[in-house]
């Protein structure tokens, strides 16, 4: 049976298919993760510079 656009998997996915999926850099990540991260650098960079 095909699988119709916008419906969601019944299944969770195979130990084979995580792993799969991670070898192939496809990782789940979080756009508030990354924006946290760039902060965190530009702040610690800031302090740096006032500190020279």
Do not use: C, H, N, Y
């Not at 969601?8 to 756009?31: C, I, M, N, Y």
């Not at 990354?34 to 500190?51: D, K, P, Q, R």
């Amino acid at each position: 049976m095909a699988e119709q656009t916008g419906q969601e998997k019944t299944e969770q996915p195979t130990g084979k298919r995580l792993e799969d999926a991670r070898q192939k850099g496809q990782v789940p990540r979080s756009k508030e993760l990354t924006t946290v991260m760039v902060l965190v650098a530009s702040a610690i960079a800031l302090f740096l510079w006032e500190a020279v």
